[in-house]
């Protein structure tokens, strides 16, 4: 049987939007881009995030070297929802990386290992100005449409 993991005693008293908050300033501070949605109270109590699409996505997605983190952030007594567990399978089934956060992690410095680590590779700087727009991407028809030709001057 393995040991049971220590938990830090402040771990217990964090909010999950006290450890939002810190994640996204230690996020920021190793110089990534981080998007997260706030959640408030509706007049019955139940809680609510203003979005279009699926209920359960990830609470932040922060850019990490060449792709994006999606990361669950939980209080120490939080369990994931059917919906975030199904974020969670398919985000995972595409490729992505999925990660679940407790304010132990914080803590035990996993969150900032595991950021850093990620932060590793580096894009390159914006060019200061380009010499010519880059070339027009198109999609494939889906379906039987295909958007018409457009001409540039």
Do not use: F
Not at 41 to 59: E, H, V
């Amino acid at each position: 049987m393995p040991p049971k993991e220590r938990i830090h005693p402040r771990a217990k008293e964090m909010s999950e939007r006290q450890l939002t908050k810190l994640c996204i300033e230690l996020i920021n501070r190793l110089g990534m881009w981080v998007n997260h949605n706030e959640t408030s109270r509706a007049k019955s109590g139940a809680w609510a995030t203003a979005l279009l699409g699926n209920n359960g996505a990830p609470d932040l997605n922060p850019i990490v070297g060449y792709g994006i983190l999606h990361a669950e952030l939980k209080s120490e007594t939080g369990r994931q929802s059917p919906e975030q567990i199904e974020w969670e399978r398919r985000i995972t089934a595409a490729g992505g990386l999925y990660v679940i956060w407790k304010p132990r992690d914080w803590y035990s410095g996993r969150i900032e290992r595991e950021l850093r680590a990620l932060a590793r590779p580096r894009l390159a700087p914006a060019p200061v100005r380009a010499a010519a727009p880059p070339p027009r991407q198109t999609l494939p028809p889906i379906l039987g449409y295909a958007p018409s030709p457009t001409r540039h001057a």
